[in-house]
């Protein structure tokens, strides 16, 4: 006989274990189902092992949707102060890193603990190391085949993540479950991702991997003011990875090198002051000598300041206003942080994120066609749409 639950929960991630905290605080019978060791994984290796469980600014515009209106009713029902308070009532220690980021004070294992607790509280219950082979559906329940039984439940949440990172167990489980019950699909691309440059490109940055710097990255009318990093195969760094998210295969990023500088002001000072020194003994006083090295280099300038002609000041300028790139790939989600795209939300309600379609069935978290900015925003998701559902299910 198969077992019996109100709400079975596949995945045990960030939205997973808050929708079945939310789901038990309503009384429900509920199970978590999950193919991995532990639960939180993602959870434990983010924000550099001290996750950046929320930004305290998290609103709308910071999320990327074929519908930027969709995450709004969630979002507006489970802010970023509901999860704060939460972790303040288990004496989570945190601080504000930079631009509203919230991180732990001591480790990523105190949210996981303190989600854990939460679900104990409710009565909901874990099952790790358990592989779902099928999911049925007969009008009625759902059926969730698993190497160890079948679990029948009126209500199942798929909240199994998106394809980034597969050696952490990532699988597109989520996809496959959407298209089986004919809901539709927002291609999916990695997301929050370093970008690479071609061989010719790499060869002449010889030197300036490991080497970082404030920039504003733009593509197109987006842009975001962050360090950049010179890495191997390419660019990475905060604003590289944000930029990521906006940029496709083969387009253009530019950078803006050192926005605060007025470089116009400070070459032609120096030039008042002393002519003869170099170029790049100027702009090294504002940024990395490797960097100033490379820009010199890369338009030809040599001798000293008051050798430069006015037009070769001036490309210089420009360069470092508006240095375009045009980066052929990027890591892909291997490294990638989130997943672009997945299950349309046109086809999912905005308040409880349960399919149009097909009564009882619900997508949560970073499968469904949301994904955030860099800086806490993809756990707020996570918390919001788990709550969202764990009200409905
Ligand atoms: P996940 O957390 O991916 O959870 C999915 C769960 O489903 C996993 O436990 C997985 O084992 C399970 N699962 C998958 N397939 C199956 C299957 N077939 N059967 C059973 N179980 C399955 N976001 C932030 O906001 N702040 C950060 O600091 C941050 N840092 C990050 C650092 C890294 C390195 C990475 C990769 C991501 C980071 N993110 C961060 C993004 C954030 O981790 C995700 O957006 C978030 O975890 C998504 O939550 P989720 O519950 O939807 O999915």
Redesign the pocket.
């Known amino acids: 006989m198969a077992e019996r639950r109100d709400v079975v929960i596949?995945?045990?991630?960030?939205?997973?274990m808050m929708c079945a905290i939310e789901a038990g605080r309503r009384g429900r019978r509920v199970l978590v189902?999950?193919?991995?060791k532990a639960?939180?994984?993602?959870?434990r290796?983010?924000?550099g092992g001290r996750?950046?469980?929320?930004n305290i600014h998290a609103g709308p515009k910071n999320f990327l949707s074929a519908n930027p209106h969709f995450c709004k009713s969630a979002l507006a029902r489970y802010s970023p102060r509901d999860f704060l308070d939460l972790v303040e009532r288990h004496r989570i220690a945190w601080h504000e890193k930079t631009l509203g980021q919230l991180f732990c004070d001591n480790s990523a294992k105190d949210i996981i603990a303190m989600l854990l607790a939460e679900m104990k509280a409710v009565g909901a219950e874990l099952r790790l190391s358990?592989?779902?082979s099928a999911v049925d559906h007969d009008g009625h329940s759902f059926r969730v085949v698993t190497e160890n039984g079948v679990v029948e439940a009126a209500s199942l949440v798929i909240?199994?993540?998106?394809k980034?990172?597969p050696k952490?167990?990532?699988?597109g489980?989520a996809y496959r479950i959407a298209e089986q019950f004919g809901l539709p699909l927002v291609e999916t691309r990695a997301g929050l991702v370093p970008l690479t440059l071609d061989p010719a490109t790499l060869a002449a940055h010889d030197g300036l991997p490991g080497v970082a710097v404030d920039v504003i990255a733009r593509h197109g009318k987006t842009e975001f003011r962050e360090a950049a990093l010179f890495t191997h195969r390419g660019l990475s760094g905060p604003a590289i990875l944000q930029i990521s998210s906006y940029w496709r295969e083969g387009e253009e990023i530019a950078l803006h090198i050192c926005p605060d500088v007025d470089f116009a002001s400070v070459i032609a000072a120096a030039r008042r002051q002393n002519g003869r020194q170099a170029m790049q003994t100027v702009l090294a006083e504002h940024m990395p000598k490797k960097l100033a090295q490379l820009l010199v280099n890369d338009l030809g300038i040599n001798g000293s300041l008051a050798e430069q002609s006015g037009r070769s000041v001036e490309a210089l300028i420009q360069k470092l206003r508006d240095w375009r790139m045009r980066p052929p790939g990027s890591e892909g989600y291997r490294t990638?942080?989130?997943t672009l795209g997945g299950i349309d939300t046109a086809a999912l309600d905005s308040r409880s994120m349960a399919a149009k379609t097909v009564p009882g069935i619900y997508f949560?978290?970073?499968?469904v066609d949301v994904t955030?900015w860099l800086?806490?925003?993809?756990?707020?998701?996570?918390w919001a749409s788990?709550h969202a559902a764990g009200q409905d299910a």
């Open positions: 596949i995945g045990a991630g960030a939205a997973g189902l999950d193919h991995a639960p939180g994984e993602k959870i290796i983010s924000g996750c950046n469980f929320t358990t592989a779902v909240a199994t993540g998106g980034s990172i952490m167990g990532a699988t489980f990638a942080e989130v949560i978290g970073e499968a955030g800086g806490g925003y993809n756990f707020q998701w996570a788990g």
